[in-house]
């Protein structure tokens, strides 16, 4: 199954593959090769330690391969602008009821991150916003109730 990633999600997964492949796995290598050194490996810390963060930096570069293998990644800024809420865009609401303004882009499960305003298609708000217009009005459920939201502008960046 194909998973819906952005440009920047993809480039920033690719990023932190080269940094564990090219930087993180050759010092593990080394660290492992220099506690070695150190005798008797039962009762080395040292050896422990940099066999157990091998272990981590493997199993975070197989997933970082298998995401990238199953990424469909979509470039939204090379879509015809019709003013929808797509994957990707980046929308300015309205909130009614507070008259609060906040701006969201819709990304990926692994890309979302609130505190950069970076929410999930998967999450209420998009599944709410998906397929709405500029201007439109739209309620969204949330875990602390119904929110209306009012759309001012779709952004394909």
Do not use: W
């Amino acid at each position: 199954m194909k998973i819906p990633m952005t440009v920047q999600g993809a480039d920033s997964l690719r990023e932190e593959l080269d940094y564990l492949k090219g930087t993180r796995r050759p010092q593990i290598i080394e660290a492992i090769a220099e506690a070695r050194e150190h005798g008797d490996l039962k009762e080395n810390a040292e050896y422990h330690a940099a066999r157990e963060q091998q272990g981590f930096c493997e199993g975070r570069i197989q997933e970082i391969e298998a995401k990238l293998s199953n990424a469909q990644i979509i470039d939204v800024s090379k879509m015809e602008a019709t003013g929808k809420v797509i994957f990707g865009a980046t929308v300015v609401l309205l909130n009614i009821d507070t008259d609060a303004e906040v701006t969201y882009r819709i990304v990926g499960d692994d890309e979302a991150d609130l505190k950069k305003n970076l929410i999930s298609i998967n999450s209420p708000i998009a599944r709410g916003l998906i397929g709405k217009s500029e201007g439109d009005e739209v309620t969204v459920k949330t875990p602390g109730g119904d929110v209306e939201f009012e759309i001012l502008e779709v952004k394909y960046v």
